[in-house]
């Protein structure tokens, strides 16, 4: 494949070993694994879980619960406070899937049970410390109340508490994540004992780190098919665990500064950054070979994002190995969020896979 | 027009309002306004310019100037350091409409001349301050080298200087704007005297706030036409004259932390932020009425994103009025990137226009 312009690669052997792993852990706790496609969106990149004995998905919109119902998957869950606004197409899903939606307060509940014609699953959103959105664990009243209303309505099933504890971004080793996970896990399991329903959790450090969900009946992690330069940083996963990369054209190259610029900025990359020796960065340089792609090149990574140049600091020596002309590759700070960017994928071979985003 | 997803609205009526305003400062300087179209990347938004007199466009890649020529745009400049290797579709294009590209080293120069079928034209680009691309104005050195391979070229013609003066986005006040395009000017006047070449410049803080650009053959402003939270803040525009809003559901209402969640996250928006009173800020919050939206609510703005959920720190008044199914208005920190992300847009009476990211 003969790269001209930013163009998203994946590599699909790596992709599929981050799934076997969490697929096979998921198994030996005997917790089921119900990814999250919002990192891939990709009808063709969500065949591949299927492999791995996935029959169920998590979505984070009514959108894209839409176009994977369209590509053939009968059992969605919106992990994504239920807008009520989108009752008509939430009704129109219903219909011909089984869906699961997530309510994070009782206005929801009220307003959608009003309006709903066909049967949905519900999951009450619990709080345990990400603080965006749901109910604290110990918000009793607010439980209560929220039980009350699903149970009064004919067409929604209630089948459990679920947590994205996003605070375990916030971690930067396995002992912290598994604080964070320990944590989440207790404050779950009172509301498992209290209410006597099933418990489930989503986010990739903790299912990343974490090796037993015994107590979970589901787990629901999205980023881990593609994983980061942010999650090697957290500790969810090694730099070549990371299977997509951006290949960018460059464009110039300072011998002065040491800098490069590459045509990939933040409407390729996202703005997503992070901190890493006390300098923002934007991603890691790596270069490609016939395999792929090589490990990040030391001392190197992007500095600096504008709509379409991406800037690039570097080392004397891969100054001196990069000319006008070249590609080089960018390992994302956020892959989803990369992904949702570009809107397509090319694989090794050079086959195209679409997004959503491609799909409108 | 019933929303009930994220969704971009744009004020016909205010965008028209900025590009009159620049197009008859660009007039009254006796300046050709050649407006940077990758702020909207829409060919109906494209075609409200004529109405102003702009025949000719500036965009930041060659797949926009490929866009933009399919919609019969003729005349064509494209601001970002020559990629070589789309040299295939760049002659395609030159073959068809009169194509500018610019020059940022030497080396682009030497690959492109060699595998050029179709005449150019070429501004070399001045780093005037923005320290991102292009050579120093008293790199003399440099700038003879890229003269002379140019005019060695056959099919290509040098029509000028061209530089960004990012620098701008930096300043605060008109005065500090004012300060960054004088030093701009007699950096690029040395040139102009020097080699007797035409010079030009696009920022938006510096095309809204100098009055006079009698020494520059064009400008090549974008952002102006939708301006945004950082334009306003920068002291480019005022809040009224932001042309575009994102209106988001509200999914959650937090009564204890005056906190409210949308679904408006960083795929909707971008992650760009500011820095507003020491907090980060993704943008400022309106309600929309029945000419579009009012001012900005006091004390409100988008706190944090992730992908797909927004979270508004709010004042006890506004989380008092608004609930969930409600809609709200965000006004974007950085309005190019946020309709990239979103790929199309509605008019106040619901009229769908396309963008780029929707045409493929």
């Given at each position: ?8 690669i ?18 030996n ?21 299927k ?8 979505v ?22 239920c807008n ?8 129109r ?9 997530l ?10 049970s ?6 949905v ?6 709080d ?9 664990n110990?918000n009793f ?10 149970n ?23 002992k ?6 320990d944590?989440?896990?207790s404050?779950?399991l ?5 209410y006597?329903?099933?418990i489930?959790c989503?986010d ?9 969900f ?6 629901h ?33 300072n011998?002065v ?10 409407v ?7 901190i890493?020796?006390?300098e ?6 790596v270069?490609?070979n ?10 190197c ?16 020596e ?18 989803c969020m990369?992904a ?11 086959n195209?896979m ?7």
């Amino acid at each position: 494949m003969k790269i001209t312009r930013p163009t998203l690669i994946i590599d699909e052997v790596k992709c599929r070993a981050n799934i076997e792993v969490m697929a096979q852990k998921a198994n030996n706790s005997n917790t089921e694994l119900i990814p999250h496609f919002k990192t891939h969106q990709s009808k063709e990149i969500g065949e591949w879980f299927k492999d791995y004995g996935v029959s169920k998905i998590t979505v984070s919109s009514v959108k894209m619960a839409e176009y994977f119902a369209e590509a053939g998957w009968n059992d969605i869950y919106i992990a994504f406070p239920c807008n009520v606004l989108e009752v008509e197409s939430i009704n129109r899903l219903a219909d011909k899937i089984s869906l699961t939606l997530l309510f994070s307060n009782v206005v929801a509940i009220e307003l959608l049970s009003d309006q709903l014609t066909s049967k949905v699953n519900a999951r009450i959103e619990i709080d345990t410390g990400s603080d965006r959105s749901g109910f604290k664990n110990n918000n009793f009243e607010g439980i209560d109340s929220a039980i009350n209303l699903i149970n009064e309505s004919e067409l929604i099933n209630l089948i459990g508490f679920y947590s994205h504890a996003g605070q375990s971004y916030k971690a930067r080793n396995a002992k912290e994540i598994n604080a964070v996970f320990d944590d989440m896990k207790s404050q779950l399991l009172v509301l498992n004992k209290k209410y006597e329903l099933p418990i489930s959790c989503g986010d990739t450090p903790c299912c990343s780190v974490v090796t037993h969900f015994d107590e979970f009946e589901s787990i629901h992690p999205g980023n881990f098919a593609f994983y980061d330069v942010m999650q090697a940083q957290i500790g969810s996963c090694r730099f070549d665990q990371i299977g997509i990369a951006l290949a960018t054209p460059v464009v110039d190259v300072n011998h002065v500064t040491n800098e490069i610029v590459v045509h990939g900025g933040g409407v390729h990359l996202s703005k997503d950054e992070m901190i890493e020796s006390k300098e923002v960065s934007y991603g890691k340089i790596v270069k490609f070979n016939k395999e792929g792609w090589g490990d990040p090149l030391e001392g190197c990574h992007v500095k600096s994002l504008s709509q379409e140049h991406g800037v690039v600091k570097a080392t004397v020596e891969v100054c001196n190995s990069v000319k006008v002309g070249d590609i080089l590759g960018i390992l994302p700070v956020h892959s989803c969020m990369t992904a949702d960017c570009m809107g397509y994928y090319y694989d090794l071979s050079g086959n195209i896979m679409s997004h959503l985003k491609s799909s409108y």
